[in-house]
């Protein structure tokens, strides 16, 4: 599926993108970027969420300022996560004015259609990548339908009226977008920037359409594509249209990095975006973060609440194992299927084809629940303790089938217990953290796993294993790890 377009393989700071590496998560703070304390509570966050890249805008010199600030603090707790810098209209000024600023980044994007006017276009672009070069850093030439181009706009409706078969303004609209990305990758190699430190993106908010600039983007070049709906919206319709166009695009083999642009309900946690997009890419089958539940919707042949209960026991004990698993070295328990199914119609066949599974009687069957595993039947449950039963036969399972070995995927961070550098107050960073607590123990309840990190915020206790870093967290220390769990960086400072 995905291998299929060969783009150039972009490096940035601690991550690769492009060219085979995995499709890359990233995500987009919402603090004000010069209040550091709270963009880097949110950026751990996120993080921990499983993001591998953190974009924040840089609007004004505060800004600009507080991103050397910004990395030397996620330094501090052992996290290297690439930073992304969001520019427009005055980026040229940020980056030469601000030194520090500028190579503390590790990618800049910039919007072709928000460097200044017709004028000066060409030399605010030419100073910005100009910057780039000097600091060795990758750009992301990132179009928007919300701040096309206008002058390129213009310039393509007339030769589109002057032409024999118009193409009307919406089909000239979109292919002024990708004209914009291209024309633009092209001037930025005329000013000395590598092809394998670009990236290009052209976001709108409808799915047809970012599917369609995609896969021109994609049958024109070879740069490495950041693909998503700019502007999804929010909730269930946010979350729809993101997976509808990032799963037609990276089934076609189009994207290596994506962010799903969703607008969070008040009070809901940043990193939901995040979240779905781990979501997407596990159910296309492109990468694997966690074991999952298949699970019947359940129908009148269902007799009681039993399997619902027990799908749900399932899911939690996932949840809460999963952290020793991956400490323990079980490689590849991130892709374990579980069924549980409600009764003979499609259970054992389900059963058999997940990792391993149990069929519970519908109405009017035999009370005995056979579970499978790798295909062959295993034994029959029956009896009042099936669930304890069942979930004993599972840890089993994952001990028997997934022996330790050196480990080839990093665990994802654990961010508990890390120090944070001399002289930072960490009140709003802990409070971000604590949110995110709440909010993962209000999730886990409706069984959405999420990811190893969050489970170890709310639940591990005991000593560590330092382990390798991943996402940008790297080996992280933690002298002072409360007893009863928890992320308590104050305490310590
Ligand atoms: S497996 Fe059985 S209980 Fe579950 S939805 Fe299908 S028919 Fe209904």
């Known amino acids: 599926m995905h291998s299929s377009r ?43 969420a499983g993001s591998e890249l953190v974009r924040f805008t840089v609007k004004d010199e505060e800004d600009a300022r507080a991103v050397p600030e910004i990395a030397r603090v996620l330094a501090g707790y052992g996290c290297s996560v690439p930073l992304v810098g969001d520019f427009h209209y005055n980026g040229h000024r940020l980056l030469t004015r601000h030194e520090d600023c500028a190579r503390a980044l590790d990618k800049y994007r910039i919007n072709p259609g928000n460097v200044g006017t017709a004028e000066q276009h060409d030399a605010n672009f030419r100073t910005m990548i100009e910057a780039a070069v000097e600091h060795g850093k990758v750009v992301r030439i990132g179009v928007n339908g919300g701040s096309l181009d206008q002058g390129l706009l213009a310039d393509l ?28 990758a092209r001037q930025a190699q005329e000013y000395g920037l590598p092809e394998d430190r670009i990236v290009l993106s052209a976001k709108v908010s409808e799915v047809q359409e970012v599917v369609e600039v995609n896969r021109a983007l994609a049958a024109r070049s070879r740069y490495a594509l950041h693909v998503g709906l700019t502007e999804a919206g929010m909730g269930l319709k946010g979350t729809v249209g993101s997976a509808l166009a990032l799963g037609i695009l990276l089934s076609e083999g189009v994207g290596d990095t994506i962010r799903v ?56 004990y996932l949840q809460r ?5 991956q400490e323990a070295g079980l490689v590849g328990v991130e892709s374990l299927k579980v069924a549980v199914m409600g009764c003979v119609v499609n259970g054992p ?15 009017g069957e035999i009370p005995a629940a056979p579970v499978y595993a ?72 409706v069984g959405n796993y999420v990811s190893t990190a969050e489970v170890r915020l709310t639940t591990q206790t005991g000593p560590s294993h330092p382990h390798p870093g991943v996402g940008g967290v790297s080996t992280p220390r933690r002298p002072n790890a409360t007893p009863g769990g928890g992320f308590r960086t104050g305490a310590r400072s």
């Not at 002057?162 to 291209?182: H, I, K, N, W, Y």
């Not at 194992?321 to 698993?325: A, E, H, N, Q, S």
């Not at 066949?349 to 109405?363: D, Q, T, V, Y």
Request: aromatic share 4%; hydrophobic share 35%.
């Open 6 to 48: 060969k783009t150039h393989r972009v490096r940035v700071g601690t991550v690769e993108m492009g060219g085979g590496s995995p499709v890359r998560i990233q995500s987009m703070t919402n603090t004000p970027t010069s209040d550091v304390e709270r963009t880097v509570a949110q950026i751990l966050e996120l993080v921990s």
């Open 157 to 184: 409706i007339q030769a589109d009226l002057e032409a024999g078969q118009p193409r009307g303004t919406r089909g000239v609209f979109l292919d002024a977008m990708v004209e914009s990305a291209l024309r633009s």
């Open 261 to 316: 642009s969703l607008t969070p309900a008040p009070g809901e946690s940043r990193s939901r975006e995040v979240e779905v997009a781990r979501e997407i890419l596990q159910g296309l089958g492109l990468r694997s973060f966690y074991p999952r539940v298949t699970a019947c919707p359940g129908c009148g042949r269902t007799s009681s609440s039993l399997f619902q209960e027990l799908a749900q026991d399932v899911q939690r």
């Open 321 to 325: 194992r999963m952290p020793d698993w």
């Open 349 to 363: 066949g389900e059963a058999r084809g997940a990792n391993i599974g149990i069929s519970l009687p519908g109405s």
């Open 374 to 445: 790798d295909g062959k039947r295993l034994e029959t449950l029956k009896g009042d303790d099936l669930a304890p039963r069942f979930l004993q036969i599972l840890e089993d399972y994952v001990r028997h089938r997934y022996a330790p070995r050196p480990a080839t995927t990093p665990p994802v961070p654990d961010l508990k217990g890390l120090n944070p550098p001399p002289g930072v107050r960490t009140e709003a960073i802990e409070a971000g953290l604590d949110a995110r607590k709440a909010c993962i123990e209000e999730r886990s309840v």
